[in-house]
């Protein structure tokens, strides 16, 4: 995203130099479009972030992280999620420790707060809601419909990931992170799967 940024700027500093020309205008507001949502600019609220660790699933009443799977995400091991909006631009970023060492995980934004069973979160929070459900369409299951987290953990088992989309949850519609057991697939008939369900983290996505 920086590198695509930095090129952006670059480009418009280049044609701006050789001359005002429509070329300039037009590439410039794409530049000022994506300034805007830069993460230097401040955010029109405070950033929603829930810092946490995972407890045993049976604790889902009380606990505000739960795994499914303490091979994967030991019980104690620590999740971050953190949201910044940037006028109709939402970035998150998820950030996880002391999970196992050297693996990628998938990682999504689902519409319902964990349980005691994986399932509980429901599925994937969509921008436009695929009219089949589940959705493995990947016209709808996709990044950009989507919000994926998929991360790979160094040798300590922290991984770290961020996504960016240019559209606003729906109130109340984004209730929690799953972090799941494999990459997240993108081919049409399993887009957006990511094997089975490992942990969950409630965060009240604004
Ligand atoms: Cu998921």
């Not at 479009?33 to 401040?42: K, L, R």
């Not at 209730?175 to 089975?196: K, L």
Request: hydrophobic share 35%.
């Amino acid at each position: 995203m920086s590198r695509h940024k930095f090129t952006t700027r670059h480009r418009r500093l280049m044609v701006v130099g050789a001359g005002a020309t429509a070329l300039a205008g037009a590439i410039g507001l794409a530049a000022t479009a994506m300034a805007s949502q830069s993460p230097a600019e401040p955010t029109s609220w405070k950033p929603v972030v829930v810092k946490v660790k995972f407890a045993p699933a049976g604790e889902a009443a009380e606990a505000d992280a739960v795994t499914y799977n303490t091979e994967l995400v030991p019980e104690g091991s620590r999740v971050r999620v953190k949201e910044f909006g940037f006028g109709d631009a939402t970035r998150i970023e998820l950030r996880v420790k002391d999970l196992a060492a050297d693996r990628t995980y998938g990682a999504h934004v689902h519409t319902k707060p964990c349980g005691q069973l994986p399932t509980d979160a429901g599925p994937h929070y969509q921008n436009e809601v695929d009219p089949t459900q589940p959705s493995v369409d990947s016209k709808y299951a996709n990044p950009k419909n989507e919000v994926w987290l998929d991360l790979t953990t160094n040798r300590d088992g922290t991984g770290r990931a961020t996504a960016g989309v240019d559209w606003r949850f729906r109130e109340g519609g984004a209730r929690s992170v799953v972090i799941h057991e494999m990459a997240t697939a993108t081919h049409d008939g399993h887009a957006g799967t990511a094997g089975a369900r490992l942990a969950c983290v409630n965060v009240p996505f604004k």
